[in-house]
């Protein structure tokens, strides 16, 4: 199986829908595969998560996935910089040390990306602007008095990669005409923030964790961790306050889905041919 024809079924595999909000229609075919190739040549990645709830604590999707392919990168040998609010820095180092990484998250802060020299941009479920300035979540409430503007970075010409399940998110602006239709309150929540390649999943974890999958095919080496790694990590961000972003439980569910389901898209992740397609 080639590289492109694997990335092909992980498309499809990651964008089950499962809430039914109609993000099928929002992915972009080839769009994993390129941003895949564009992950393996970066030096410096800079990983944006987090889409802050009703009190500012961090929800169980994007955290998770964003940590993920952070363990991915720097375990091959890139440079990786978390970056989230305050709030959610405490999500993302109890979920680092599930994955026995040392990653060290900041704080957004105006200079945060220039600092670290990024070559790539990655945002895995954060909230992105809508056409009227204001950040939305998907009950198209407005939340822009909790979100710092971590998005403008990706209003710049740097490379970028948005993961997304939603329309409301970094990087689908780049689909943008589409959202109106397919997404319910769409034309309000529509993000208008673009990136260079668009990977939008059922749930967005599962867009991070196709993305390693890829890596792992792309370079030979097996980079997606397994089921009990997966508990644990969620063990450890449900302790650290993170919350199911659809139930607003401190429980550990995602997107309104019990763990067995995920634990099942891990699982038919590596039950894909990735070594078979590694190099083609
Ligand atoms: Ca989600």
Known sequence: MSFSTLCAHIETLVGRDP???????????????AAARS????????IATGFPQASGEAETDG?????????????????????AEPRILAVLTAGALALDRR??????AEGTAGAFHPDLLVSVERPGRAADGHYYN???ECITHRVAPVDALFLGSAASVGIGDGGNEVGMGKVYGRIATAVRHGQRVASVVPCSHLVTAGVSNWGAWG???AL?????????????????????IVAAGAIDGVTGQAALTVDGLPLAEHLQMLEALHALPLAA????
């Open 19 to 33: 809430g039914q909000r109609g993000c099928s229609c929002l992915i972009e075919p080839g769009d994993l595969a």
């Open 39 to 46: 992950m393996a040549a970066a030096a410096n990645v800079l």
């Open 63 to 83: 955290p998770p996935g964003a940590l993920a392919l952070a363990a991915a990168l720097a375990a091959l040998g890139k440079q990786v910089q978390l970056v």
């Open 103 to 108: 990653l060290t998250p900041i704080p957004f």
């Open 138 to 140: 998907l009950r198209g």
């Open 211 to 213: 993305l390693v999958a």
């Open 216 to 236: 792992s095919a792309l370079t030979g080496r097996p980079l997606l961790h397994g089921p009990a790694t997966e508990v644990a990590l969620m063990t450890g």
């Open 277 to 280: 397609a590694a190099g083609i």
